[in-house]
């Protein structure tokens, strides 16, 4: 299994609170991404990072920031958390076979109460 | 329309049945394509990519048909632990490994 962790597993949050997400990968891939999973959507691209420090946009990014200040690791942060935001979301990187074959972390579910 | 179309099932099958799942996508772009499988609660883990000429590992097939924008996985010899949801994936020009996820299609295979 690729080495990919997210912190935490699990969070409840309230409204109006900032919360931050950490994936963390030991494979040394440049490409890391951010998804979120919800019944009836499927999996989503939030941000993805082609680099240190170089980070864009995915389909559903409104609400969200990313940051990635080493290899290692990719940051989501929801500014001011909202019910909408309930999800599971899903860090993944890159494999062997390019930017194309990605590897999902175990995924943290995140509640917005 | 969605960009990735699978029927949702649940497919129900025997131990040792053959099912065939079947995707379709909507931009002829797409470059890449993929089948992932993701048990319940758990993250999606790629099962096999597909290429144009199609392809097999053990009892799993793969066919792309370009012409109809169609994807299909092919399970022989069904396993209990075959059940899981199956994702049909599509990368689009090959941009930054932006993949587009169909919302998978649900296996239960039962003894």
């Known amino acids: 299994d690729a080495g990919i962790t997210q912190s935490p597993r699990h969070k409840v949050t309230e409204t109006g609170t900032p919360v931050t997400l950490r994936c963390h990968q030991t494979e040394n891939h440049r490409y890391m991404y951010w998804y979120r999973q919800d019944p009836g959507h499927g999996l989503r691209l939030i941000h993805y990072?082609?680099?240190?420090?170089?980070?864009d946009k995915g389909e559903v990014s409104d609400g969200y920031s990313v940051s990635r200040s080493k290899t290692e690791d990719f940051l989501l942060t929801l500014e001011s958390a909202t019910s909408s935001q309930t999800s599971v979301y899903f860090c993944?990187?890159?494999?062997?076979?390019?930017?194309?074959?990605?590897?999902f972390g175990p995924g943290t579910r995140l509640t917005v109460t | 329309r969605k960009e990735v179309e699978q029927d949702p099932g649940p497919f129900n099958v025997p131990e040792g049945a053959t099912v065939a799942f079947n995707c379709t996508y909507s931009n002829s772009a797409s470059q890449s394509f993929f089948w992932y499988r993701q048990d319940c609660r758990k993250e999606p883990k790629l099962l096999m990519s597909?290429?144009?000429s199609g392809n097999e590992d053990g009892r799993f097939t793969a066919q792309l048909n370009r012409a109809s924008q169609y994807i299909s996985l092919l399970i022989r010899d069904s396993k209990l632990s075959d059940s899981a949801t199956y994702l049909c994936v599509v990368n689009v020009n090959n941009q930054g490994g932006k993949l587009i996820f169909g919302q998978g299609t649900e296996l239960s295979v039962k003894p």
């Open positions: 597909v290429y144009s």
């Open positions: 990072s082609y680099g240190v420090k170089d980070t």
């Open positions: 993944a990187i890159s494999g062997t076979g390019g930017p194309y074959e990605q590897y």
